[in-house]
């Protein structure tokens, strides 16, 4: 629905609440069930090597453990031993030895093994699906793997091809793409040399506190809890989510407490539902960030007082506090919250005065004209407009153009757009994931064809930041590497052609009754296992 | 044989060559319309500025992965060759793998078709069974405040949104009264409960003598198909008002009124009798308006149906869902066509 359906049905179904008072019978769902409301129509597999969307990852991290794990309860410690007890690293820093937990069972009843761990990571490296790339960054090919993913007895030993961060290597295998399946179940049901891709695209074969049940695309999904989950069996027996697109549909559900919770509220619903009896809010920080990026093939933007101005032409506040009001804060480091190495520095506000003078100093001629691309979502429309009004302040002319995926990405990624408006989301929870794009670009030359990194994208040589960024993932000390992609941060605020604006926050309308509840903040997915009602 | 034998049987058999020849006249233009509806879905599909290289790859992909899946896609071939592949795959009733869940698009479709088919097929039963009796007598009452409410009921069916109708009906007769089942085709009790036969969960469950899950079926399907049915009321309740005057008009009614037959046998037995004909028209056209699926009923309702299934994979550059799903909407309407023709020639002799 465009804005304005939005505008129109969010205004009809708050005018029509406000005459009519409380439903007149409560439903509610069982006590053992959890029922959510989602829109899970990006659903396009549940295979763990192949699966890389939001709503595949919440599944996903239900039914399949990892060598390493988030604890929900925890997310600031970072990685916590899983399926691993505990690892061990050799002195030259390319070797982790994990062993595994003894008593584990996978839903089939198989118990968990190092075979099935050598298994499902030389699979999700062979497959060579979509997230291939958290694994493959560390040197495993198809052709390697027999000799660098091995598993021998109760352990399996990992030698990457270079000494990377223990912490860079453990965190990666948190992601989707790290979950361990049951071996003899996935190969029972191989075709034509799949691996069993087909059969897990809808099917689950894993040891976590949940088994898939059923997935109908664009309906639902639904999860059984596994009774012998080695954390114990969940509180809620079966999990349901149901794709529901309508925001205002997911209201009334919850309201009239057919669902226990509503995930993709649009901000007046969720300032309707914050006054509904027996609904609570649930605000946390996700990893997805709003940017806005310079070409530095334009000799106006190429000059450093001109890439300062334009951060000084944001509105940060006034954004967030109108149309993005509970949706995003403002967050100009590229690290988001909550990662390792996140910092909390927002230098920059509005002010024209000094975008002004920035401009002169640079010597940017009267009536500049800059081209922006911008996708068609409406938040990011929002966010055009209101820099092309500040920009309009200072002189420039803005000529905004808004298009689908393939016209702005296409153009983007040919280095053809002097303003890009958009998102990025984490793909792994490691500080790199985001440091290898914006601030790493080893060949700035257009041949490189380096389309995957943004700073390439956006024909920035990033100096010395590509060097501090190839040392950061290798630095073994935690507390080391935290500060350099501090310091990095810190220069890349100062030189780089982003203006990084806000971070997103998840809100989730829910029955008060509904306890435990974790998102996965920035850094993983969506825990069922703790929650209670 | 002599002459006057011959004579006879060709004058048997002469029935039969304007039927073979009707029919083939029907399979062509068939096939041309088909060939027709193909084409342009498929040069559509290509030119749209969608990238489904990209929805599969992902915004951060290398050029070189890019490339790899444009080539294993066919993309790099011609535009003629590519639409030869397709209606190759077409013809052997293969309308390819989505491209986002990699399923196939006929079983995408096997799902979600009958919940819309069900929904329709419901909606335009309403539309008939309220819509055609008040066109009649809104006809017959022109001008009357019958005529008046009948104006009114049908220019709020044509005008007013239907996301509004539906969330306004959702909340007063789901949220607040509490009558009818939410969003989705059944409470979450009831899933899963009854086998699937037809895909239709009322048939389903009769079928199955669930009559629990047909209950909670209904409560579910009563709202949409209503908020449907209102819309084909509107329109046919129009068409019909219109029909009739003009039928009531005539003067063979003038002469039936003369000759005094009953009001009721003036306009049942003989007006309306002569706007069959072009009713079948409207309902067919109302149903398969219906049948194409409607989006924001759909998305309004969590209504798991073919418009909502085609919207997302237009959305998601999933062209061989698109063109797969536009296939059957096209097939549809060939059908009730045909389905008509067969109707005109049951209720107007002349057509025969």
Redesign the interface.
Not at chain 1, 216 to 220: A, I, L, M
């Given at each position: 629905?465009n804005s304005l359906?939005r505008f129109?049905?969010g205004a009809?179904?708050g005018l029509?609440?406000a005459v009519?008072s409380v439903?007149?019978?409560f439903a509610e769902?069982p006590a053992n069930?959890l029922?959510i409301a989602n829109r899970i129509?990006d659903?396009?597999?549940l295979d763990p090597a192949e699966s890389?969307e939001f709503a595949g990852s919440d599944v996903s991290r239900n039914i399949y453990q990892k060598l390493v794990n988030f604890d929900p309860a925890n997310l600031d410690a970072g990685y916590q031993p899983e399926i691993a007890e505990s690892w061990t690293v050799s002195d030259d820093g390319t070797t982790i030895t994990f062993t595994i937990r003894d008593g584990l069972k996978f839903h089939s009843g198989n118990p968990v093994t190092a075979a099935d761990v050598e298994f499902s990571l030389r699979r999700a490296v062979v497959l060579n699906k979509?997230p291939a790339f958290i694994l493959t960054q560390f040197g495993f090919t198809a052709d390697n793997v027999g000799d660098t993913i091995v598993a021998d007895g109760n352990t399996v030993t990992i030698k990457t091809d270079k000494p990377y961060a223990t912490s860079f290597v453990l965190n990666c295998l948190t992601s989707t793409i790290g979950g361990i399946v049951d071996m003899k179940t996935v190969m029972a049901n191989e075709a034509d040399g799949d691996m069993g891709n087909?059969w897990l695209?809808?099917n689950s074969a894993g040891s976590g506190a949940y088994k898939l049940v059923?997935w109908?695309?664009?309906?639902?999904v639904?999860l059984q809890s596994n009774p012998d989950f080695y954390l114990g069996a969940p509180a809620m027996e079966r999990v349901?989510v149901?794709?529901?697109?309508?925001s205002?549909?997911q209201r009334?559900?919850l309201?009239?407490g057919?669902i226990d919770m509503a995930r993709n509220l649009n901000p007046e619903d969720v300032a309707g539902a914050r006054d509904a009896e027996g609904v609570v809010i649930h605000d946390e920080l996700r990893g997805r960030l709003m940017y806005l990026a310079f070409s530095q093939k334009h000799p106006e933007l190429s000059k450093p007082q001109v890439r300062q101005a334009m951060k000084y032409l944001v509105d940060y506040e006034g954004m967030q506090n109108s149309f993005l009001n509970g949706q995003y804060t403002i967050h100009q480091n590229f690290l988001p919250r909550t990662f390792l190495g996140a910092v909390d520095e927002n230098p920059f506000s509005l002010n024209i005065e000094k975008a002004k003078a920035l401009l002169a100093e640079a010597g940017v001629p009267e009536g500049l004209e800059l081209t922006a691309g911008v996708r068609e979502a409406q938040e990011r429309i929002e966010i055009a407009q209101t820099f092309q009004n500040a920009l309009a302040q200072v002189g420039i002319k803005l000529n905004v153009t808004v298009?689908?995926?393939?016209?702005i990405?296409?153009e983007y990624r040919s280095r053809n757009l002097d303003v890009y408006i958009g998102a990025w989301g984490p793909?792994y929870p490691d500080p790199h994931t985001n440091a290898g794009?914006f601030a790493y670009n080893p060949d700035n030359s257009d041949e490189a064809?380096?389309?995957?990194l943004l700073a390439w994208r956006n024909s920035w040589d990033t100096g010395g930041l590509t060097d501090k960024t190839a040392a950061a993932v290798v630095e073994n000390d935690r507390d080391v590497r935290q500060q350099m992609y501090s310091d990095i941060q810190a220069e890349f605020r100062e030189t780089s052609p982003f203006a990084v604006m806000f971070q997103k926050i998840e809100q989730a309308a829910m029955r008060d009754n509904v306890q435990n509840v974790n998102l996965g903040g920035a850094t993983t997915a969506v825990s069922y296992w703790p929650i209670t009602k | 044989m002599s002459a006057s034998d011959t004579n006879q049987e060709r004058r048997r058999r002469a029935p039969l060559f304007p039927w073979i020849k009707g029919t083939l006249l029907t399979l062509g233009s068939i096939a041309v319309t088909m060939l027709g509806l193909l084409f342009v879905t498929f040069v559509i599909g290509r030119v749209m500025?969608?990238?489904p290289v990209?929805?599969?790859?992902?915004?951060?992909?290398?050029?070189s992965t890019?490339d790899a899946v444009y080539e294993q896609l066919g993309l790099d071939k011609p535009l003629i060759v590519q639409f030869f592949y397709y209606l190759w795959d077409v013809v052997r009733g293969d309308f390819g793998m989505s491209l986002?869940?990699?399923?196939p698009v006929s079983e995408?479709i096997a799902?979600?078709f009958p919940a819309t088919m069900e929904l329709a097929t419901l909606g335009v039963f309403v539309g008939i069974v309220l819509g055609v009796p008040l066109g009649v007598v809104a006809a017959v009452n022109r001008g009357s405040w019958i005529d008046q409410i009948a104006r009114v009921v049908a220019l709020v069916g044509y005008s007013m949104?239907i996301?509004?109708l539906g969330?306004?009906g959702?909340?007063?007769f789901?949220?607040?009264?509490?009558w009818v089942g939410?969003?989705?085709r059944l409470?979450?009790f009831y899933?899963?409960i009854v086998p699937t036969r037809t895909g239709m969960i009322l048939l389903d469950s009769a079928l199955a003598g669930e009559w629990s899950v047909f209950r909670n079926a209904f409560s579910h399907i009563v709202l949409p198909a209503s908020l449907l049915g209102y819309y084909s009321l509107a329109y046919i309740s129009r068409m019909t008002r219109s029909f009739m005057l003009e039928q009531l008009s005539a003067e063979y009614v003038t002469t039936a009124r003369v000759k005094g037959l009953s009001e009721r046998a003036v306009i049942w037995r003989h007006a309306f009798k002569n706007i069959r004909v072009q009713l079948i028209t409207v309902i067919a056209l109302s149903y398969a308006n219906l049948l194409e699926g409607s989006v924001?009923t759909e998305?309004?309702?969590?209504w798991?149906g073919i418009g909502?299934?085609i919207t997302?994979a237009l959305l998601?550059?999933d062209m061989n869902a698109v063109l797969g799903g536009t296939v059957v909407v096209g097939l549809i309407f060939i059908c009730l066509n045909i389905l008509s023709d067969l109707l005109y020639r049951v209720f107007d002799p002349r057509s025969k």
């Open positions: 629905m359906t129109m049905s009809a179904l029509a609440l009519t439903p007149a019978a769902t069930m029922v129509d659903i396009t597999t890389f979509t087909t695209k809808t059923s109908k695309p664009n309906e639902s639904t349901i149901r794709h529901v697109q309508e205002a549909s009334l559900l309201e009239r057919d298009g689908t995926a393939k016209q990405l296409g793909d794009t064809n380096a389309t995957g | 500025p969608i990238d990209l929805a599969i790859v992902g915004e951060r992909a290398s050029q890019y986002l869940n990699a399923r995408d799902r979600v949104p996301f509004w969330l306004m959702l909340l007063v789901y949220g607040v009264l509490g939410g969003p989705g409470d979450i899933q899963d924001l998305i309004i309702f969590s798991p909502s299934y997302t998601s550059a």
